[in-house]
DNA sequence: CGATTTTTTGAATCATATCAACGTACGTGG
DNA sequence: CCACGTACGTTGATATGATTCAAAAAATCG
């Protein structure tokens, strides 16, 4: 049950539930354990969960035909993470997700979120403006990718997201904002050596 | 009222609705009209409302430092355009939105969009689906950007969209792809000529 | 028809990728 | 707790996809 308690905040901040309603809402949650590089999504497979990470970190990818990975999705503490193009159609992914750390998530199957959504407008509508807010990043993403530079991009994320851009090695980050960890390490170091 | 016939069906395409119902949601749209190059969404404005295109042609974009146009969202009939991340936040806006043809479309603004919402369940699930499906189009996108050259996505989207393909002008689509006017005009005859 | 908008072409340049090699750090089993 | 192996980061040389600039050609529109 405490476990849940950070869920329950986060949902809180999106719609307000009563102590029923939160206590109905999370049991529909599974916990589920998770070792560093385990895989709890796998292309040509359904994705059958959204996951929220309650501790821990994961990164969603993609293998292009030429071999290379490309990250999606980054997720740690407090953050969803699934292939949801493959979970809202409930077709084959095409996504990894694999976990960077030892962890703990709560995952929502498919059943249980359709029956939520059809038991209590609340709910329904915490899956809209989290789906709502989800896109407009997104969008934010892209206006990103299509208007900046790999050096611009990297000091926006680190100014963004400083926990993240410390707590992972660098070719995730490298490769969640589309450049080579080769490239990367070069914008720092040149970056490093003009500051001092 | 039968102009609304197209946004009727639309709706029922997502979730399915009574006559009245449908009369209903309607009846909070505002038909206007709006003459080719004539902006519906400015930077620094509050986007207002959600448009849904009745007839014509739109462009979203943003204007880079260096004055360069990015195109962010296209849309022609039945597709919705505004400036998301502005609307759904009710914050100054980024884009630009453009009627690239003289166009007819069907607005909601903020306030009705919320009162519909917590009128009908039904209503609500109606935004719901369409941002899910916004934001897994959304990242099928970045998938694209990430993982393919130009002549790629060019060819992906001519496969996808042959309609809008054809509809606008090349510059448009080859900023919506991410790529200048001048390199979709060099990958297209080098392979038109490749080809005969 | 003239004026504007859109597309094409060529040359020079640039941002970023690729390849290859080496250095460093880390964590895991003995 | 050391040592080894794997994972990660750096560096340099070279290659390339894509941009920029400039100008002309083609298409479209009032």
Same mark, same amino acid.
């Given at each position: 049950?405490?476990?849940?308690?950070?869920?329950i905040d986060h949902i809180q901040k999106k719609v307000s539930l009563s102590e029923e309603e939160?206590?109905?809402?999370?049991?529909?949650f599974k916990l589920t354990k998770v070792k560093k590089r385990q895989f709890i999504i796998q292309p040509d497979f359904v994705a059958k969960h959204r996951n929220y990470v309650l501790q821990g970190a994961f990164m969603g990818y993609v293998v292009a035909d030429a071999g290379q990975e490309h990250i999606i999705q980054l997720a740690i503490e407090d953050w969803w993470i699934s292939d949801y193009n493959s979970y809202?159609? !409930?077709q084959p992914a095409t996504m990894f997700v694999m976990a960077l750390e030892d962890s703990?998530?709560? $995952?929502?199957?498919?059943?249980?979120? $359709?029956?939520?959504?059809?038991?209590?407008?609340?709910?329904?509508?915490?899956?809209r403006i989290t789906a709502e807010r989800s896109f407009a990043g997104m969008q934010r993403r892209i206006i990103s990718n299509l208007t900046k530079t790999a050096e611009e991009r990297f000091h926006e994320f680190e100014?963004?997201?400083? $926990?993240?851009?410390?707590?992972?090695?660098?070719?995730?980050?490298?490769?969640?904002?589309?450049?080579?960890? !080769?490239?990367?390490?070069?914008?720092?170091n040149i970056r490093v050596s003009k500051k001092s």
């Open positions: 049950m405490t476990a849940h308690k950070n869920l939160a206590q109905e809402f999370i049991s529909c809202i159609f !409930q703990v998530i709560l $995952q929502l199957d498919f059943a249980s979120e $359709q029956k939520l959504k059809s038991m209590n407008h609340k709910y329904e509508t915490f899956f100014d963004n997201y400083p $926990q993240i851009a410390n707590r992972f090695p660098q070719y995730v980050i490298a490769s969640f904002l589309g450049m080579t960890t !080769q490239y990367l390490s070069k914008l720092r």
